[in-house]
């Protein structure tokens, strides 16, 4: 079994910010795949059902970002998880808009719900990085994750959230980089690779 976390802030006020984008992308994944009903579980809500041939529960914590460990320690304490079998998808300044990158384990880089993570299960987690971009100058970024996407951001955001649920199979699979290029291709298919700032990647 894996644990598919989604990194944003409860509420309607919210729903929309970029620092949300985790929550859209496994409710994404939860359409695509037909899975069960959101339910309130876990200090938040979840859902479960059958993915590239194993159990999925997906996870949307209902405390706040900074908070997002308490929930994920939970649901990881009931179904007897290692850190390893646990999947964050969150909201990456450091990554262009619409890239998507997979790393295990590694720093929070400032990113406070995988901080949280990290302090509740340790850091060998699975982390599914998802550009937002970021202004020019440090100071703007908190205000920049809690403002909402732009009506041109949109088209790549739905996109993009449809790609990841389309390929998230792979994933289950341990086929992490195979999930990377298949979403990168499709994104570049679409002419959605955002911002024009696919080169520089860090």
Same mark, same amino acid.
């Given at each position: 079994?894996?644990? #598919? ?18 929550? @859209? ?52 304490? #009931? ?9 964050? #998808? ?88 195979? #999930? ?6 499709? @994104? ?15």
């Amino acid at each position: 079994m894996l644990l #598919f976390v989604g990194l944003g802030n409860p509420g309607t006020r919210h729903a929309g910010n970029r620092h949300n984008i985790g929550f @859209m992308a496994v409710q994404a994944i939860a359409r695509r795949h037909r899975l069960a009903p959101w339910r309130r579980r876990f200090q938040g809500v979840a859902a479960d059902g059958a993915l590239g041939g194993e159990r999925v529960l997906l996870l949307l914590p209902g405390t706040f970002m900074n908070e997002s460990g308490r929930a994920v320690q939970e649901a990881a304490h #009931f179904y007897k998880l290692a850190p390893g079998e646990v999947v964050a #998808f969150h909201d990456e300044v450091d990554l262009p808009p619409a890239k998507v990158r997979v790393k295990t384990g590694g720093s929070d880089a400032g990113h406070n719900g995988l901080r949280s993570i990290t302090a509740a299960i340790g850091n060998a987690y699975k982390r599914v990085r998802i550009g937002i971009g970021k202004p020019n100058a440090k100071e703007l970024v908190p205000s920049h994750v809690l403002s909402d996407f732009s009506r041109e951001e949109w088209p790549w955001v739905e996109a993009l959230c449809d790609v990841i649920a389309d390929n998230a199979a792979l994933l289950v699979e341990g086929k992490d980089a195979t #999930f990377q290029n298949r979403v990168h291709l499709a @994104m570049d298919a679409k002419g959605l690779l955002a911002g024009g700032g696919v080169h520089g990647d860090r």
